[in-house]
């Protein structure tokens, strides 16, 4: 306040009375007047502008200052002002000079401390190894405070690993690497903080230990997070001091961000290391993606399996750089061949090597990869070569196609990647081999089936030649014109440059030329027409005439016997067949060509026949009646045996192309062979589906009358062990089909095997017995039925007797029930001896040519009374006159009987049943019997020509015999019998029978009664 306001004012302030003084805190105030100062002079301490401080004057009484006074204060005041500044001068100076000192030492210290850790820092950045940076840290550490020791530990968050140890010259013990669980150096790692202890024998944490001296222990952190721990240490107590323990802690600062560098470095070295072998990789995988393109493209691109082979092993060697590939293909029954094998570059040049060994027959075995990376280190083991091997099944589904094997020199690991690239190179070959065998495959059966047609033709070609030379030589009687003919068509048969006949004289021992072509100029002419052989010191000759068969000389000059002819010379090649008559040679056929090897063996058998034909052609003009009637039974024979052969041919079609059995054959291996179309048919599936479903027949029976589905599900095993012990096995079950409809089927299975006896599979019969046991169920009802219609009339028989006994008065009408009953058993016994001889084939009918509608109208005649007493109506329509037909006149009358009683048995009253004859294309005579009855249902028209068969809502009904017997005389007549109905509008059965060449009838039945038409 007053003070305050005199040096505000830099001029003496006056208070002459307290006690009003308003400048003067209260406080102060009271405690001045406590005291009886009444009056306050303040006076300011000046110095060089600047008030130093204030004089404070204070008086008991109220004082005022004169001007004199205040001139003294202040003059006072400056006084002290200069003194006051003086000495603060100087104790400023004495303070500056102490500071500068004191700052030069802290700089000179300073200046140690960082030149130490820059000599650190530079030490532990530029260590290479984690070792020596660590061994860096504690030696810098001992340095810089001169301590006994460092220790170094590096701490991951859970573990505390020892990293260096430092002593100074005067010591060295073994380094402390085993942190205890609640030392000191655990303690900084868990909490981070620093902890210093300056006498150990007297600090707890080492009360138990008797070690001595002082230590100090620092946090190696690198953003909040300790990374290690520094421990320094004194073997005596020791003061820290605040210079050393922040030297320590700059290095330790510095430790840690070297060692977070160091290990930053490391990792991103790492990551580098990793990018590239990972970019490495990419490229190998990129490398080897083009490679996999590339070998797929080429070996889908060829159709040679030679050079798909080699494909193979090429790429593979480039893929893995093997020493060895070798490509081994496998058959059907596991027989192995060498295909293709390729030796790396820079390797001397081996054999191949063909044989199996135990590597490649495990592959075959359980048809997956086998890796054999050391063969030292593998028991029972043995490799074709080298010391490491991989081999890898080629395979399409379960079928193994073949084997490629890679191999090693030396222990060798595969690296997985480049295992799976070669996996998907394999399985490329795999499909690229199966494709090129399939491929051969259907080449090869191209081939057969070109080289069979070919053979056909040729064949056919030679038979028409020979047929053509048979005939034109029979018709040569005259020799000469005989000879001719025969050079002539020797020509179509084998094309020569020259050819010679020659005969044997009557003794048989020589032979002589008596037609030659081909040897046109004048000394060859002479010199082969006067020609002749004796046979008996000939070889040639002689060696034909025994074998008597064809000979072929492939090239003249290998045969020191063969002397030329003059004239000759240009022969190369020869061939020479015997003319044999009765087993006797009379005369040869010789052809030469100016080519090397020009006749082959077929040559020689076509010559064969053709001089065999020539010697019939020859006896014939020699015995030209005697060969006639031999040449006619001969052309004869081989027209029926060409007939017959035809015949059988066209039967073995038509009973394949009609078989309704199911067939299937199916390898050991489950493949499915073969499978016709009444299989597919009958179950509703293709062949492709029962393969890609993995169908079989026991997957296809459900359970019946005869077999629960327990019975069932071991059926399987008795089929095989049924096979395996009879190579046959047979059983009835029912099948479900595709359209969950269910067929009764009889399965007969036989082993298929080869000629040598080795297994191929089992051919499997799938019969459909529904009908047939339907036919067994009609026949059982027959049986009933037949029991039951002769019981009937058996009864009568005994009930008439009875009463002729006790009625003998009525006679007469006893023995006409009688006389029905035994008509009717007579009837019902004679069609069934009628089905027994026409399936037996002792039915022989009497044809005669006959007017049709003449014996239609006859036919109508004797049945219309009994159709009309049945309320019915019968139509005759003719709607042609003069049909003639060969027929058997009482057979055909049985058939036409039958369908009109079978037509009047199921037509109601009122109804109308039409006979009608008509023509077709010429051919055909047609007759229909149609009525207006109840029909018949659809379902049943297919069985209802069989024997026994009835149907099941029809009434009036007998054995189920008359439609078979009907079928079977129309078809003896070489017709054909149908029918079409309609349930609730009638049926109309349609007899076919061929018409007569005869325009004229032997039989002509009268038919004078009026029909109606």
Known sequence: SLSGLAVQRQDIVNSANLESESQVYEQLRGTLLERGLRSAVIVPILGQNTVLGTINLLYKKPHNVSGSEHETF?????????????????????????ERKRAEDAERRRRLELEVLHQASLAMNSSPELDTMLHHIAEYAVKIVGADDAHVFIYNGDVLEFGAAMWDDASHEEPFSQPREDGITMRVARNGERIIVEDMATHPLFTDTGWEGAIVSLPLLSNQQVRGVLNVAYHKPHHFTSDELRALELLADQAASSLVNFLYLAEIEYEIQERIRAEEGVRRRNAELEMLRQASLEMTATTDIDQLSTYIVQYVLDLVHGDYVRLLLVDEVGNYGLQASKWAKGRDAQDDIATPDTVTEQVYKIKEPVIIPNIAATDDVNLAWGMASIALPMKMGETIQGILQICWEEPHHIDPTLLQALGLLVDHASVALSNVQQIDRIKREVKERELAEAAERDQRRLAEALQHAAEVLNSKLELDELFNEILNLLEEVVPYDGASIMLTDNTGKRASVVLSRGFDDEVSQQSISTYEEDLETSEYYRHVIETGQAYVVEDVQDIAAWKPLAGTEWIRSHICAPIIS?????????????????????????????????????????????????????????????????????????????????????????????????????????????QALGLELFSLLVPDDNFTEELLATQPQVCQRSLEQQGFWRGEFTLKCRDNSLVEVELISTMARSTNGENEGVVTVVRDISDARELARQRRQFITTASHELRTPVTNMKTRLFLLKHQPDRLEEHLEVMELVVERMQNLISHLFDITRFEQGLITLQFQSTDLSQFLKHVARIQQAEIETRQLTLNLDIQEDDVIADVDAERLEQVLTNLLDNAADHTPEDGIITLRLRTEDKTFAVIEVEDTGEGIDEALLPNIFQPFFRGEERKNQGAGLGLAIVKDIVEKHGGMVGVQSEVGKGTCFIIRLPLSRTSKSTINPAADEEVHS
């Open 74 to 98: 202040m003059s006072i005041a400056k006084t002290i002002g200069l003194a006051i500044s003086n000495a603060r001068q100087l104790a400023n100076v004495r303070a500056e000079m102490w």
């Open 582 to 690: 009765e087993d006797t040679a009379i005369g040869f056929i010789n052809l030469d060509s100016r080519q090397v090897d020009r006749f082959t063996q077929e040559d020689a058998d076509r010559l064969l026949a053709f001089a065999n034909q020539a010697a019939i052609a020859i006896e014939n003009a020699r015995l030209v009646e005697e060969l006639r009637n031999y040449n006619k039974h001969l052309e004869q024979r081989v027209n029926d045996r060409t007939q017959e052969l035809n015949v059988a041919r066209a039967r073995l079609q038509a009973m394949i192309a009609s078989i309704r059995d199911g067939v299937i054959h199916i390898s050991p291996d489950g493949e499915i062979l073969y499978m016709n179309p009444a299989l597919e048919s009958l179950t509703g599936y293709t062949k492709d589906e029962w």
